[in-house]
């Protein structure tokens, strides 16, 4: 049984989140604030944590920097009555693997956690498969370490959130194949967000800051205008 942190200041979201996710099988477990969301979450194993962006003692944005430093992966969908692309940019380039907004269906909820878990946890997904390789892959000047998810250009680390090291890893495993951004919504990400391509632009431009020496004229990660994306380093 999957275990699930739902974390809301507002009764009747977990009352609502708890009841739906228990119907559908999911173990739950609440909280109220930020501090004690974290507590938890550095303490106990959790599948997919939904946390809220805005929280009494510490914001959902700090936890999620929190968990991140502390180098805790489990997925993080952000829920937030807030749309602005600043917030959305903001809560991604932190470490969260997607966010929902208020109001929301419990079976769309539902439907995202599956998404981000299967990234994680399905025994047949690619990043599991991952996980259980023992090798690197070199892809230009990169060195991507597929055990233990880190990258690295010769002795410097690359500091990647897990969604960045999965793009990165879907990139470098198809070199030279140019992918639409609703096919690496579907490869990356495992679910259809319709409408929802902005997310991939916001983590291209991530992760270009990070692996291109010079992100305005990248050399590796290259848009290709009116398709998408397509990834030049050769394994």
Known sequence: MSRVLVVDDEPAIVTLLQYNLEQADYQVVTAIDGEQALNLALHEKFDVILLDLML????????????RQEKISTPIIMITAKTSEFDTVFGL???ADDYITKPFSPREVIARMK??????HDDDGPTSMAAKMDHRLQVADLTIDQDKFQVKRGDQSIDLTP???????????????????????????????????????????HL????????????????????GYTFEGQP
Do not use: C
Request: aromatic share 10%; no cysteine.
């Open 163 to 205: 969604k960045e090291f999965e793009l990165l890893l879907f990139f470098a495993k198809r070199p030279g194949k140019v992918w639409s951004r609703e096919q690496l919504l579907e490869g990356v990400w495992g679910f259809d967000y319709s409408g929802q391509t902005r997310m991939v632009d916001i983590h291209v431009s």
């Open 115 to 120: 998404a981000v878990m299967r990234r994680y």
């Open 93 to 95: 380039e932190l470490g």
């Open 56 to 67: 009494p003692k510490m914001d959902g944005v700090e936890v999620t920097k929190r968990l």
């Open 208 to 227: 270009r800051e990070k692996i291109e020496l010079d992100p305005k004229h990248p050399v590796l990660l290259k848009t290709v205008r009116g398709f």
